[in-house]
């Protein structure tokens, strides 16, 4: 209030003459004469005329262009906004994709791991008949074959020891006796 | 050979052996050692090496039958040894003995024993064999273990086979 009560006083005031520093003296401390006060304001005027005249269009084509500019940044930000929020939700989406796909995979996963394992245990049943029948075959056959080694060794081995045993109880007498009978028996037949 | 060679080898022997005056005991050794030959692979082996030389082959032929058989049986093995013809030597005697025979009107009868046999039983064994086969027949008795026992007898392109060891085959073919 008081600094109010203070500007009141000083503009009261103003008709009181000033002298300053140099030693010109005008009517007031704070206002200028009339006349300059009056070119003044006419060239203020004046320029501004002129300026709004001449400057204007350009500055009012900068301000547009500048709108323009900037609402087409706004434009470009809201446009970038929604696609990044499509492509979020693309991604979104992809991700719920991704899963989907994961879980189908691994269902197929399954189904295919139990149709193999099904396959699998039928294909190594079959296997293991077959083997035991081949199996069972080779010993029918084995065993056959093993008879008939068994045979042939024993007849070997019979006659081996026939042979050994008849050699040695040939003795000369014997030897003679096989002659004498041999020429009997040769010259008996005609 | 050809068997105009061994023909012809043969044929030199026997007109040597005749000659000599000693036809059936030359025949009857060339005939035991062509058996013994043919059943020694060593004695093959010696006496049929290239590599050997013809004098050295000559020499084991002497060592061999010196003292135990004739000098012409010894020396006409020598020869045909020594002449490189050591591989026929048994065609050779064999056709040596075919002809010896031939000119006696007598058939070879090849007898394997397997112990020597007397000359009692070679007499009564030529006879038999003449009487069983109807031809007169010049014996040659072959000593063969690998008999066991009893004789073959072969006359021309028959077999007379009283051995033990064919008997013993047979058993063995039975089993």
């Known amino acids: ?70 609402q087409k940044e706004l434009d470009d930000a809201a446009g970038d906004k929604a696609s990044a929020q499509t492509e979020a939700i693309g991604i979104r989406q992809a991700k719920g994709d991704i899963g989907a796909e994961r879980d189908r995979l691994l269902a197929d996963a399954a189904v295919q791991a139990g149709a193999m394992l099904t396959d699998g245990r039928g ?34 081995l019979s006659s081996t020891a026939a042979e050994r045993a008849v050699a040695e109880s040939i003795d000369d007498s014997t030897h003679q006796d096989l002659i004498e ?9 005609s | 050979m050809s068997n105009a060679r061994i023909e012809g080898y043969a044929r030199a022997l026997f007109e040597i052996a005749r000659a000599e005056g000693s036809l059936d005991e030359v025949e009857d050794e060339l005939f035991r050692f062509a058996r013994s030959y ?37 020396q006409l093995v020598s020869m045909v040894v020594g002449s490189g013809r050591g591989r026929e030597l048994p065609a050779i005697i064999d056709q040596l003995v075919a002809r010896a025979s031939s000119a006696k009107n ?19 064994l030529t006879a038999a064999l003449a009487n069983a086969t109807g031809k007169q027949v010049n014996l040659k008795v072959v000593v063969d273990p690998s008999v ?28």
Do not use: N
């Open chain 2, 38 to 74: 043919e059943g020694s692979e060593a004695l093959r082996t010696a006496l049929t090496d290239d590599m050997i030389p013809a004098g050295k082959r000559q020499a084991i032929v002497e060592d061999l039958l010196g003292g135990k058989a004739t000098s012409t049986t010894t």
């Open chain 1, 181 to 189: 009978a041999f020429i009997q028996k040769v010259g008996a037949s």
């Open chain 2, 148 to 175: 066991l026992g009893g004789i073959v007898a072969t006359v021309g392109d028959t077999v007379i086979d009283g051995s033990v060891r064919t008997r013993l085959d047979q058993l063995k073919a039975r089993l």
């Open chain 2, 106 to 124: 007598l058939e070879v009868a090849e007898v394997r024993s397997a112990v020597a046999l007397t000359s009692d039983q070679q007499t009564r």
């Open chain 1, 1 to 70: 209030m008081s600094a109010l009560i203070r500007i009141a006083h000083l503009i009261a005031s103003e008709k009181t003459p000033h002298q300053d520093s140099e030693g010109i003296t005008t009517s007031s401390w704070i206002w200028p004469e009339k006349a300059e006060l009056i070119y003044g304001v006419a060239a203020s005027l004046i320029i501004f005329a002129m300026l709004f005249k001449f400057a204007g269009p350009a500055i009012k084509k900068g301000m547009s262009a500048r709108t323009a500019r900037i």
């Open chain 1, 123 to 156: 294909r190594l049943e079959t296997e293991v008949a077959e083997m035991k029948a081949r199996a069972l075959a080779d010993i029918e056959t084995a065993r056959g074959r093993s008879a008939d080694e068994l045979r042939g060794e024993i007849a070997r």
